[in-house]
């Protein structure tokens, strides 16, 4: 069994493009867990070069995209701007 790590969270205040985050609460709603355990999931496998996902997954990111309008890729981003103009 694995043995349970002690951590100590903190509250944070980031600003997220708003279809990103609805398409991420989605995705952490179809896997029934917390928006803050998604993130800490895809975080730590991305610094360990891995995919956090897998097949099945990507393909319920591809549907949460497309309803809520989410069009673009990780291309874009360092292309983002807010619509006042200030770079996100």
Request: hydrophobic share 45%; charged share 30%.
């Amino acid at each position: 069994m694995n043995e349970p790590i002690r951590v100590q969270r903190v509250q944070t205040g980031v600003r997220i493009e708003k279809r990103l985050l609805k398409v991420l609460k989605g995705l952490a709603e179809y896997l029934e867990m917390s928006l803050s355990d998604l993130l800490e999931g895809i975080a730590l496998a991305a610094f360990e070069g891995r995919s956090p996902f897998v097949a099945s997954t990507l393909e319920k990111i591809e549907q949460l995209k497309a309803v809520y309008g989410m069009d673009f890729g990780a291309e874009a981003s360092h292309r983002m701007i807010d619509e006042e103009g200030n770079n996100a």
